[in-house]
């Protein structure tokens, strides 16, 4: 190789690297994820302490994907022992299938404004009259509500 094609060379050698670089660091911040935003929603509950049912409606805000969804239980301020892993059909620590969005038959798993949810505990729980509920709603690690209610 003579002296006038070596500075072309190297010119070449130097667009291909910087060409590779740039698109590496492309696809790398590219595939990053950006984190979910935050959902708001205005939910109510009520307790029926002789069937221990929790029935949640969702008043208003954003749609919930339920799949998304972690819901935290606790009576008089105890956790419950089987939290429910939403949405289920007949799991432990609950009777039957859940209401609703809730239940993982149900052909649309989002919680709308106006939809109704709940589910009943099992046996290892029993709710009387007066317990206060305390349901806890997370969407994708972000905290939605918390909703507490006396049973009636």
Known sequence: ????????????VLIVL????AGSVAAAFGSVSTPAEPRYASIDGSVDAD???INL???RGDPLDVDDLDLRLSVDGEPVTHQPDVPFNGT???????????NAASADRVWRAGDRAGFELGNNTAIDAGD???????HE???????E???T
Do not use: N, W
Request: a negative charge; zero cysteines; hydrophobic letters at 40%.
């Open 1 to 12: 190789m003579d002296r006038a094609t070596s500075p072309v060379v190297g010119s070449v």
């Open 18 to 21: 910087t060409v590779v670089l």
């Open 51 to 53: 069937t221990d049912q």
């Open 57 to 59: 409606i969702h008043r």
């Open 92 to 102: 432990v620590g609950f009777t039957g299938a859940p209401e609703g969005p809730f």
């Open 132 to 138: 206060t509920v305390t349901v806890t709603i997370s």
């Open 141 to 147: 690690g972000y905290h939605v509500a918390t909703v």
């Open 149 to 151: 209610t006396t049973a």
